[in-house]
Every structure is written in C-alpha cells, then in structure tokens.
C-alpha cells in the first residue's frame, strides 16, 4: 500500500472498523467519520484514532487532505450526498470500498472467504477461533465481535492466512480472490441491489468463479446455485447431517450438544460446542472442514469448538436463569428469524416466548413483509418497534403496522422503545428475545435490569 493515510468515511461498521484497526496495526496513520458515536467508534478512538461526528470537511485532519498521501475508504451505505465524501471525489483523491481492499488483502494472502445469507458471521469467526487455536493460526476480518477476542479483527505475524466475511451488499464479495470459499445460504436478500432473487442467486454463482486454482469451494448441500470454480478447484458439500462434510450421533442433555464430525477421510468424535444450540451444528461443520482441509488436527479443532463462546448479538444469551431468560440476535432477514426462534423454542419448550423484533431497512420489510409475518408468527408474544432506516428514506405504505396485521398471533404489539421499557416493567416475562439489526442492541442494559429487578423482586 503506497499511501500512508487512510481515511475511513463511515468507519464505525463493523468491516471498516476491522480495516481501520487492521491500518493502525501496521503503522498507518488512520482517521475517519461516522454519524454516530458507538461502543466501536470509542475503542478505536482509544486505540489513538482520530474520528469525528459531525459531516463537515473543516473537521477532517490537516494531514489527510494530501492526496498523494491519503487513499479514502467509503462504506456502501454512506449516502452519496455526503460532503466529506463529495469532497474527497472533486478534488481527486483515491478511494476505494471496503470491498476493494480486502480483496487486495485476499490477493496478497490466502483468504478463506465465508459467504451466504446468513450464518456467515458464525461461521467465520469459528473458523478463525478454530485456526487460531491450532498451529496454523491466522488472521481475520470478522463481520461481528468474537466473545473469546473481544475484538472483529485478528493479527498474525506467522500465518498468511486470512479469514474473511464476503459480504453479498452492494455485489462486495465480487472483488474477493479466495484461496477456499464457503457458501452457506443464498435465501433471497437485498433486492434493492439485485432485483430479484434469480440475480441474487446468480451473484453467488459469480462469487464461486472467483476461487483460485487450486483452491476449494464449500458449499451447503441443497442449495439452488450451479458453481461456476475452475476445474482446478476442489467442490465439497456439507450440512448438519449429509454431504462430504456433515455431524452424526448428535446428542443432546444437560446443557451440552456433542456431535461426531465427518470429513471424505477423516472422523474427529465427542465435539462439543461451546455454543450449544442445534443452528450452530451446520456452522461448526463448515468451520471444522475449513480447519481440517488447512491441516488443523482432532485433538485441535476438538479443544477449539468446546472454548468457542460465540459471537457477540448472534444467539447471544444476557440473562440465563431458571426463572427468567434474556437473549438479543441479530436476526433481520424472514429466514435467521425462523431459525433464531425454533433453536429457543427446541432449549425452551415448555415456556412463553416473548420478541421483540426491530425491522431494518424499508426495501427489506416490503419484499418480506408475509414471510416475516410468517416467522413471527411462531413465538407467543411479539412486539414490534419502528422501521430502522439505516441508509433508507421511508417508503410510503411500508410500516410495523403492515408487519403487525399480518402476524397470526393474537398477542402482538407495536412499542416505542420507552413503551416498551414500560411494558417490562409491568409484564413478567419467562423467556424475552431481542431481535434486528438496527439499535435495539443499545436498550439491553436497561433491558437487562428491568428484568431482574422484576425476577429478584
């Protein structure tokens, strides 16, 4: 990289959060703007960091207005009417997305790059913990906070390999290079880019072709996708219970899930997940035939799964008592919902199931709105909050009330999220999910305490 600054204008994503400190690790100089400050945009300002919040160019450092020493890192979901970024562009400077520079980072490493609807952010940072945990090691670019970590970026001084989230927004993931691809879902997403879902299904198609000679590609078994990889290329199926890679004899009992790991030439028995819930079973598999194909061993991967405390707003548990029950997730698409809710319904069968879902994104809420429906449908209680925006303006008929009157349970609600800190207050509740990608996160605090004031009183 010729440049020695490096300015990020949105860096308080959880991607260009990672370049931003993956730059400072290397003796960069790095600054950059968000709209909104964050627990994210405060440790890297304490990592030395320069970063304002206000879209003005007079707040830009002094030093970063040389473009012959400064190239400009822009986030697909900073409006294009942004005035540091228009700046940057009129007067010549070089930018590039966030995508763009992993994908020099994959061609100057070996990036296992981990793709698919949902299930990704897992499945990467298990398969870094994984290699991290092994002789190999490596380094990664992760799409959430490691629990094990602390952190969304891992630097390594002895491995060239490079874990990668390859994000399908905005076609990302096409400036990858992968030496081994994983493609664990291609339910339809981001219409708004694509169009419609044969696009959508094709982009990944297109991701596939990208793997180098040599290199691998996994793909969940079952998926609607013909791979397009060189002949050179290694293809591999894998699922929680077929394929070349799959689990037998799963078992299930006091608080545990332990499972047989089947590879073409290999089997690692008694894995127990750090995380035990059914849905990570598939992701684990995944991670273990990245880890395994890179030479990882039984004894390895084995120690690695069973120390894997997962992923911070993925199935993440807050509150976990006999009488009370606290879990936020990530969940935003119809599909993650589904999965989210039937993994607490199968650990929690006999108690009531409360959510609280925050939609993200208008586009997303219009072209899901009946299979969203549908997902939320399956828990006892639901309350929805407001449309988050993120890049969007509203769209006219797109609302949580249209979301409300197609959910088939009668008990169902629309909240402002301090009615809904209210509702806790005078509601006992067994079993309570936070669910969206927005900033629903921001209220588990107060969440939390509610709770168990109310559970101890």
Not at 41 to 49: N, R, Y
Request: overall charge negative.
């Amino acid at each position: 990289m010729e440049k020695k600054n490096i300015f990020f204008i949105g860096i308080g994503g959880i991607g260009m959060s990672a370049l931003a400190r993956y730059f400072n690790a290397k003796g960069f100089s790095v600054a950059g703007y968000d709209r909104t400050a964050s627990v994210l945009t405060k440790e890297l300002q304490s990592e030395g960091i320069a970063i304002h919040y206000e879209d003005d160019c007079s707040l830009i450092p002094a030093s970063f207005k040389d473009k012959e020493a400064t190239l400009v890192v822009v986030t697909p979901a900073i409006p294009q009417t942004n005035t540091e970024l228009l700046y940057f562009k009129e007067n010549g400077f070089t930018l590039m997305k966030r995508s763009q520079v992993l994908g020099e980072i994959t061609r100057m490493q070996r990036g296992i790059c981990i793709s698919g609807t949902h299930g990704k952010t897992t499945t990467s940072t298990m398969t870094a913990h994984l290699l991290r945990n092994s002789h190999l090691d490596c380094n990664a670019f992760l799409g959430g906070i490691s629990k094990n970590f602390k952190q969304n970026l891992l630097l390594s001084d002895k491995s060239d390999l490079v874990v990668i989230e390859a994000d399908e927004y905005d076609r990302s993931f096409l400036t990858l290079t992968p030496y081994m691809a994983v493609v664990t879902a291609v339910d339809a997403d981001h219409l708004d880019i694509y169009g419609t879902e044969k696009e959508y299904r094709a982009g990944f198609e297109s991701f596939t072709s990208l793997v180098r000679d040599g290199g691998v590609l996994l793909i969940k078994k079952g998926l609607p996708i013909n791979p397009k990889s060189s002949a050179s290329v290694r293809v591999y199926s894998y699922s929680s219970s077929e394929g070349d890679f799959h689990a037998e004899n799963i078992r299930v009992g006091n608080g545990d899930l332990i499972f047989d790991f089947v590879a073409p030439d290999a089997v690692v028995k008694d894995v127990k997940l750090g995380v035990p819930v059914m849905i990570n079973v598939e992701n684990a598999v995944a991670a273990m035939a990245m880890a395994h194909l890179n030479g990882a061993t039984a004894d390895e991967m084995r120690a690695a799964m069973a120390s894997f405390a997962g992923v911070k707003r993925r199935f993440d548990f807050h509150i976990k008592q006999d009488d009370i029950v606290f879990m936020d997730d990530y969940a935003h698409h119809p599909m993650e919902l589904k999965s989210c809710i039937e993994s607490v319904r199968a650990l929690y069968a006999d108690k009531h199931i409360c959510g609280v879902f925050q939609p993200h994104l208008y586009t997303r809420t219009r072209d899901f709105a009946d299979d969203f429906a549908r997902s939320l449908s399956l828990l006892d209680e639901v309350v929805l909050l407001d449309i988050y925006p993120a890049r969007e303006l509203p769209i006219e008929g797109v609302s949580s009330q249209m979301l409300l009157d197609k959910i088939t349970i009668p008990n169902k609600r629309i909240c402002s999220k301090p009615e809904l800190l209210e509702y806790l207050r005078t509601n006992k509740q067994e079993v309570f999910l936070t669910v969206g990608a927005g900033d629903i996160d921001l209220m588990i605090p107060e969440i939390k305490q509610i709770l168990l004031d109310k559970a101890n009183a």
